[in-house]
């Protein structure tokens, strides 16, 4: 199984800021690494799909990079509405794998 | 639009079976592989398997193979999870979400299992 680690599992942040959240496949997972954001009692969110590209719908200020074994997601100019934990998947091989999820708190 | 409708939420001994079903509406649902996740209450998300609602094939994670059991009916557009031999580490959110591209672009509300003797 390819294990998904992701960091930090948690930060503290405020509007405005730049947030930076790694992951990283215990082998290459080529681009198929997704980002969800997840807010209390709702199901994910997908934000970034195939490493980089935006899901419709989603404000610019997401953004994914990456590819192999390393990915990042990031947030600039973090607002009120994105403090939530925010998980990566791939989908290289079956099963398919999340990272433990990083929770964003507001600082 | 596209909607995920699953069913409501369960309470279950030890032991027991439960089979959680997802209603898809707004697309063509044979199109797209459906997923089962899960999440433990103040945890992760963890894979369960997939469906493809075309053929009715299915991948099951080693986790549950043998408990998990994943059908599904053309002709109401509906996948169902079936998890049996049920333990109280299974109390969780089951979600359904629909793959498409790399990424699941459409999940369920989730259904609250709980197992409680």
């Known amino acids: 199984d390819i294990q998904m680690t992701q960091s930090p599992s948690s930060l503290s942040a405020s509007v405005g800021d730049r947030v930076t959240i790694t992951c990283r496949s215990s082998?290459?997972?080529?681009?198929?690494l997704n980002w969800y954001q997840q807010k209390p009692g709702k199901p994910p969110n997908l934000l970034i799909y195939?490493?980089?590209s935006l899901q419709s719908g989603v404000p610019s200020r997401f953004s994914g990079s990456g590819s192999g074994t390393g990915f990042t997601l990031t947030i600039n100019s973090l607002q009120p509405e994105d403090f939530a934990t925010y998980y990566c998947?791939?989908?290289?091989?079956?099963?398919?794998?999340f990272g433990g999820g990083t929770k964003v708190e507001i600082k | 639009q596209v909607q995920l409708e699953q069913s409501g939420a369960e309470v279950k001994k030890p032991g027991a079976s439960v089979k959680v079903s997802c209603k898809a509406s707004?697309?063509?649902?044979?199109?797209?592989?459906m997923h089962w996740v899960r999440q433990a209450p103040g945890q992760g998300l963890e894979w369960m398997g997939v469906?493809?609602?075309?053929?009715?094939?299915?991948h099951y994670s080693q986790n549950f193979q043998g408990r998990v059991t994943m059908t599904r009916d053309t002709s109401t557009s509906t996948v169902y999870m079936e998890l049996s031999s049920l333990r109280s580490e299974d109390t969780a959110v089951y979600y359904c979400?629909?793959?498409?591209?790399?990424?699941?672009?459409?999940w369920g509300q989730g259904t609250l299992v709980t197992v409680s003797s």
């Open positions: 707004g697309y063509t649902f044979t199109t797209y592989y």
């Open positions: 998947q791939q989908t290289y091989s079956i099963p398919l794998t």
């Open positions: 082998q290459s997972i080529s681009n198929y």
């Open positions: 979400a629909r793959r498409k591209n790399s990424g699941f672009d459409y």
């Open positions: 469906i493809n609602p075309s053929g009715g094939s299915t």
């Open positions: 195939a490493a980089s």
